[in-house]
């Protein structure tokens, strides 16, 4: 009766570990998978976990994190933006890990005055360094309804998509142009919901009108498919579909008429702030 216990035991502990490196995907339930982390009350799981609304006044905003790391995996959310005038105030769905050398993958919406469009704002992080900015207007209204916004990581690509629509892809050139990328530190989903009135609208000139306030943003379909171990080794051997995903012809084609579109500044572009020229891995993307 002991071994039969100790095999089960076993079985069901391999059995753990496989999923995790498999990175089985579900939508996943709020109370089970985040801790809400700051904002004192703002932040609020609703009903049966389904729905999770972070929320911003004067006084604080809010944010919650995923109780597991990550080592590469495609991480989804559905997410409805603060209606009318949101001037000021940033939400957010990112991954990131801890200290002054993290890596850190970024979907910030900026805010806008009522009428004006949000802005989709994505960064890359590695080893501590940023600036690695591209932006977006969307081809809808994001605070109609919710729509689902997509994280795509493993060691070769960093994907970023709307309602399944690639806008971002961020490729590891680290072997050719020496700039890191992010294989090495596990990281956690976030999400908040904060006061950026010194610079999310218009560049700081239309500040937040907190006579509107609460600003409330809503998340749902939280799902995270990637691998949970915590050894980078194991995670770089796992066999997950987005292990291997890349963009075939027709999801380049609409990456193309998506930044021919839609995309409203790349840092890769900006030649006023790169004077001397723009960062390596932008000339090794042409």
């Known amino acids: 009766m002991m071994a039969s216990c100790s095999k089960r035991t076993f079985a069901l502990i391999l059995c753990s570990v496989l999923l995790q490196l ?16 700051w904002g004192d009350g703002r932040g609020k799981i609703v009903g049966d976990g389904s729905l999770l609304t972070l929320s911003l006044d004067r006084a604080s905003g809010s944010g919650f994190q995923s109780k597991n790391q990550y080592l590469y995996g495609r991480f989804d959310v559905q997410l409805k933006l603060v209606p009318g005038d949101s001037a000021g105030t940033v939400a957010t769905f990112y991954l990131s890990s801890q200290g002054s050398a993290h ?3 970024d979907f910030e919406f900026l805010g806008n005055a009522s ?10 992080y590695s080893q501590g360094k940023g600036g690695r900015e591209q932006q977006f207007r969307m081809w809808f209204d994001p605070t109609a309804d919710f729509h689902t916004y997509s994280i795509l990581w493993n060691p070769t690509h960093i994907l970023f998509y709307v309602d399944g629509t690639p806008i971002r892809e961020h490729r590891n050139r680290q072997a050719t142009t020496g700039v ?5 530190q596990p990281m956690r989903v976030y999400a ?5 009135e010194e610079w999310a609208t218009q560049g700081g000139r239309v500040k937040t ?18 691998c949970a171990s915590q050894d980078a080794a194991a995670c770089a051997r796992s066999n997950g ?15 193309q008429w998506v930044q021919k579109n839609y ?20 000339a090794a993307a042409k």
């Open 22 to 37: 498999a990175g089985v995907a579900r939508a996943g339930n709020f109370y089970q998978d985040v801790d809400i982390t």
């Open 103 to 105: 890596d850190e993958i």
């Open 115 to 124: 009428g004006e469009p949000y802005t989709v704002h994505t960064n890359v």
């Open 180 to 184: 890191p990328f992010p294989t090495q």
């Open 192 to 196: 908040s919901m904060w006061d950026a």
């Open 209 to 226: 009108d907190w006579s509107r306030a609460p600003f409330t943003a809503s998340y749902k379909g939280l799902a995270a498919s990637g």
């Open 241 to 255: 579909a987005w292990m291997y995903q890349e963009l075939d012809t027709t999801a380049q084609d609409r990456l």
């Open 263 to 282: 995309m409203i500044y790349n840092y890769c572009a900006d030649t006023w702030r790169f004077r001397q020229g723009a960062p390596p891995e932008c």
